[in-house]
T-cell receptor, first 112, second 115 residues
Framework: DAKTTQPPSMDCAEGRAANLPCNHS???????VYWYRQIHSQGPQYIIH???NNETNEMASLIITEDRKSSTLILPHATLRDTAVYYC?????????????FGGGTRLMVKP | EAQVTQNPRYLITVTGKKLTVTCSQN?????MSWYRQDPGLGLRQIYYSMNVEVTDKGDVPEGYKVSRKEKRNFPLILESPSPNQTSLYFCASSLSAGGWADTQYFGPGTRLTVL
């Protein structure tokens, strides 16, 4: 699986957009970009995923650069409950075992 | 409500005393797996199951056993727990394996301490 690089921590003001970057410069053509988050020792929670095109759902937007070497997760109006560790993961379709390889992630602190 | 449940949520035990952590999902998912999470090491997969009676080792299977006799349940068995198995354990499930577009749903976690 391609390795990802994320900043270890970020702060965001409540109500503002949180933009979380992820570098995956060695991503292969068949690898998807996934984002999960983990709120203090709870089970990780799926947020969004994409292959090439930008994606949006009720939780967030995912912007993938044209060369697919990096992406940004956008939480449009961050709330205090969005304080969590955010993980960017890349993995191919048909990944044997469906194993998720979580790196260090970005610890997002949303402040009032 | 669609969910993955684990029991117990917290467990303190002693070395060598066999224990089982149960995992159950009510979403009719084919795929289930177990992870452990340790500080600085992220989540590491222990075992996974692609369907009933089909299980395979993940990254760190030593000291663990699993079984998948029915679709909804995937218990994790520690035959002779040791202190290095002190960790936070998560069970996860997804609709199927292999189609990576399937998202994984995680249980709430089981914090195990082995003295």
């Amino acid at each position: 699986d391609a390795k990802t690089t994320q900043p270890p921590s970020m702060d965001c003001a409540e109500g503002r957009a949180a933009n979380l970057p992820c570098n995956h410069s060695t991503i292969s053509g068949n690898e998807y970009v996934y984002w999960y988050r983990q709120i203090h020792s709870q089970g990780p929670q799926y947020i969004i995923h994409g292959l090439k095109n930008n994606e949006t759902n009720e939780m967030a937007s995912l912007i993938i650069t044209e060369d697919r070497k990096s992406s940004t997760l956008i939480l449009p109006h961050a709330t205090l409950r969005d304080t969590a560790v955010y993980y960017c993961i890349v993995s191919p379709r048909g990944n044997a075992g469906n194993m998720l390889t979580f790196g260090g992630g970005t610890r997002l602190m949303v402040k009032p | 409500e669609a969910q993955v449940t684990q029991n117990p949520r917290y467990l303190i035990t002693v070395t060598g005393k066999k224990l089982t952590v149960t995992c159950s999902q009510n979403m009719n998912h084919e795929y289930m797996s177990w992870y452990r999470q340790d500080p600085g090491l992220g989540l590491r997969q222990i075992y996974y199951s692609m369907n009933v009676e089909v299980t395979d080792k993940g990254d760190v299977p030593e000291g663990y056993k699993v079984s998948r006799k029915e679709k909804r349940n995937f218990p994790l068995i520690l035959e002779s727990p040791s202190p290095n198995q002190t960790s936070l354990y998560f069970c996860a499930s997804s609709l199927s394996a292999g189609g990576w577009a399937d998202t994984q749903y995680f249980g709430p976690g089981t914090r195990l301490t082995v003295l």
